[in-house]
C-alpha cells in the first residue's frame, strides 16, 4: 500500500504560481496513475489533473487548462502539480490520490489512495 503526502501549499496573491509536491512511499509511484483535487470551502471536492503512470496522457479540469501542469518524477516518487496564474476561485484543500489501475479519469470513487491534503489560498 502507498502512503502520499502532499506539500507546497500556502497563501499567494492573484496571479501568482504555487507548486504542489505529493511524495510517495510504501510503494514506488510508478505503480499508479496519480491525480490532483481540490475542495473549496462549502463544495464538494472536484477533480483537477491526472496523469498515467509513464506520463504520457495528462487530463484537466477545463478552468485549469492552460494555467496548471501535472507531471511525475517516478525516479523521485513524486507527483507535481505546477499551478500558475491564480485566481481567487482555484482556493481551497488539494489532494494527491493514486490509482491501481490503469486509464486516467476524473471520478474520486476510482482512486485508491489519497494524501492528508495541503491549504491553497489565493488572495485577490
Known amino acids: 500500500q502507498v502512503q502520499l503526502v502532499e506539500s507546497g501549499g500556502g497563501l499567494v496573491q492573484a496571479g501568482g504560481s504555487l507548486r504542489l509536491s505529493c511524495a510517495a512511499s510504501?510503494?514506488?509511484?510508478?505503480?499508479?496513475?496519480m491525480g490532483w483535487f481540490r475542495q473549496a470551502p462549502g463544495k464538494e471536492r472536484e477533480f483537477v489533473a491526472a496523469?498515467?503512470?509513464?506520463?504520457?496522457?495528462?487530463y484537466y479540469l477545463d478552468s485549469v487548462k492552460g494555467r496548471f501542469t501535472i507531471s511525475r518524477d517516478n525516479a523521485k516518487d513524486t507527483a507535481y502539480l505546477q499551478m500558475n496564474s491564480l485566481d481567487p476561485e482555484d482556493t481551497g484543500i488539494y489532494y494527491c490520490?493514486?490509482?491501481?489501475?490503469?486509464?486516467?479519469?476524473?471520478?474520486?470513487?476510482?482512486?485508491?489512495?489519497w494524501g492528508q491534503g495541503t491549504q491553497v489560498t489565493v488572495s485577490s
Open positions: 490520490a493514486g490509482r491501481r489501475m490503469q486509464g486516467i479519469v476524473a471520478a474520486q470513487n476510482l482512486y485508491h489512495y
Open positions: 510504501g510503494r514506488t509511484l510508478s505503480m499508479y496513475v
Open positions: 496523469i498515467g503512470r509513464s506520463a504520457q496522457m495528462t
